[in-house]
């Protein structure tokens, strides 16, 4: 609901500040009530890198996607929705917005809902809640990118362990799409 509402308000205003950053408060909030089974993280230097690595390549992922996407015009309409709420606010304050939405988000659905999963649906629990969970937005750009990016950030978690090679993905991916997606 809190998405729905962060894409509902006015953008840059107030309103749309404060659902973004309860959306990400929700997700702490979660993940610290329920104990994480993610382990300490001993690669993190190669974690961190892997993490940036997969972020850059995703961003180029995402430019060519767009590329194809803009051919159908429903699509083409969601992208520019979503780079119009970037465009439309403070640059300083979107980018805390989704860094803190990045972390918050990995820590719950990468680290709460995979652990509290049974292993053999643990890609399921990282992907499908996080995509569902866009859907209120009514942006079908957002709901794409989440079940993609959300199987990226699954798999990272799943194959280290830990959710330094995720959160590093995220928040470069982020980044790069915030600064330099072609508008």
Do not use: C
């Not at 997700?27 to 009530?33: G, M, N, P, V």
């Not at 300083?92 to 972390?103: E, I, K, Q």
């Not at 709460?112 to 942006?139: C, E, K, Q």
């Amino acid at each position: 609901t809190l998405i729905g509402v962060t894409f509902g308000v006015r953008k840059g205003s107030a309103a749309f500040y404060l659902a973004g950053f309860a959306l990400a408060a929700t997700w702490l909030i979660a993940f610290a009530l329920v104990p994480s089974r993610v382990r300490p993280n001993r690669r993190l230097g190669a974690d961190i890198a892997v993490g940036l690595g997969a972020g850059v390549t995703m961003f180029g992922v995402f430019l060519a996607g767009a590329w194809v996407l803009s051919r159908v015009p429903l699509l083409d309409q969601a992208i520019r929705d979503v780079f119009t709420t970037a465009d439309t606010s403070t640059m300083s304050w979107v980018v805390a917005l989704a860094g803190v939405n990045a972390v918050a988000e990995e820590l719950f659905f990468r680290g709460t809902l995979i652990d509290a999963a049974p292993r053999r649906f643990a890609s399921v629990a990282g992907v499908v809640p996080y995509a569902l969970t866009t859907v209120p937005s009514g942006n079908a750009a957002l709901v794409i990118a989440a079940v993609v990016m959300g199987a990226v950030f699954t798999i990272l978690r799943i194959r280290t362990g830990a959710l330094t090679a995720s959160i590093a993905t995220h928040l470069s991916w982020s980044a790069l799409m915030i600064a330099l997606f072609p508008r």
